[in-house]
T-cell receptor, first 116, second 113 residues
Framework: GAVVSQHPSRVICKSGTSVKIECRSLDFQATTMFWYRQFPKQSLMLMATSNEGSKATYEQGVEKDKFLINHASLTLSTLTVTSAHPEDSSFYIC????????????FGDGTRLSIL | KNQVEQSPQSLIILEGKNCTLQCNYTVSPFSNLRWYKQDTGRGPVSLTIMTFSENTKSNGRYTATLDADTKQSSLHITASQLSDSASYICVVIPTDSWGKLQFGAGTQVVVTP
C-alpha cells in the first residue's frame, strides 16, 4: 500500500541549530502534504499545508520564518526548523494522500526532535 | 474547544478481553470519520474509514460504528492482544476542508498479559 517515509526518525542537537526533516511519498504522487506537531499525550496539531510548486499555507500561530517548508517535487516535502530552541522539541509528523472519502491519509513515522 | 472528544483517556484491559472506545464530535458537516492506531513513537495508521452515511465498518478485530444523528462513534476491539497496546485516535474530516483533519486526543489502551 501507499507509504510515506519520514527522515530522520530522531534528532538531538544544540540550541541554535537548524534541522531539516524530509517527508517522501514512496509509491504515489502527492501535490499536497501536511506537517503536524504532537506533544506528549496530546492530539496531532496541524502546522502547515505543503503545496507542490507553491508556498505553504500555515496555521494560525505557526511562524513561517521559523518553520520553513519546501515542496519542490511531487514526492518530497521538507520542514526546516530554523535556529531551534528547547521549546521546539516535539514529535513532528508529516502526511500525504487522503484526497477522497475512502482514502486514508498516510502518515510518516514521525521525527522526534530534541533540542538541548 | 476541541471538536472531537474521546473517552476514556486511558484504558487497561486483560489480554483476550474486549473493549469499546468512544468518540463524540461536533464537526458538521463532515465527509468521513476515521479511526487511527498510533504506536508509541510512530505515526498513526488507518484502521477504519466511514462516510457519514455508513453505520459500521470492520477491519479484522476492530469494528467501528457511527451514529451521525447523535454525532457519536465507537471503536470496538475484540479479543485484545498485547500488540493492541497503543493510542487510538478518532479523526473527523470536515466536508469543506478535506485536509484539515480534526483529531481527538486519543485513548491510550494498555493490554496486559
Amino acid at each position: 500500500g501507499a507509504v510515506v517515509s519520514q527522515h530522520p526518525s530522531r534528532v538531538i542537537c544544540k540550541s541554535g541549530t537548524s534541522v531539516k526533516i524530509e517527508c517522501r511519498s514512496l509509491d504515489f504522487q502527492a501535490t499536497t502534504m501536511f506537517w503536524y506537531r504532537q506533544f506528549p499525550k496530546q492530539s496531532l496539531m496541524l502546522m502547515a499545508t505543503s503545496n507542490e510548486g507553491s508556498k505553504a499555507t500555515y496555521e494560525q500561530g505557526v511562524e513561517k520564518d521559523k518553520f520553513l517548508i519546501n515542496h519542490a517535487s511531487l514526492t518530497l516535502s521538507t520542514l526546516t526548523v530554523t535556529s531551534a530552541h528547547p521549546e521546539d522539541s516535539s514529535f513532528y509528523i508529516c502526511s500525504a494522500g487522503g484526497t477522497g472519502d475512502n482514502q486514508p491519509q498516510h502518515f510518516g513515522d514521525g521525527t522526534r526532535l530534541s533540542i538541548l | 474547544k476541541n471538536q472531537v472528544e474521546q473517552s476514556p483517556q486511558s484504558l487497561i484491559i486483560l489480554e483476550g478481553k474486549n473493549c469499546t472506545l468512544q468518540c463524540n464530535y461536533t464537526v458538521s458537516p463532515f465527509s468521513n470519520l476515521r479511526w487511527y492506531k498510533q504506536d508509541t513513537g510512530r505515526g498513526p495508521v488507518s484502521l477504519t474509514i466511514m462516510t457519514f452515511s455508513e453505520n459500521t465498518k470492520s477491519n479484522g478485530r476492530y469494528t467501528a460504528t457511527l451514529d451521525a444523528d447523535t454525532k457519536q462513534s465507537s471503536l470496538h476491539i475484540t479479543a485484545s492482544q498485547l500488540s493492541d497496546s497503543a493510542s487510538y485516535i478518532c479523526v473527523v474530516i470536515p466536508t469543506d476542508s478535506w485536509g484539515k483533519l480534526q483529531f481527538g486526543a486519543g485513548t491510550q489502551v494498555v493490554v496486559t498479559p
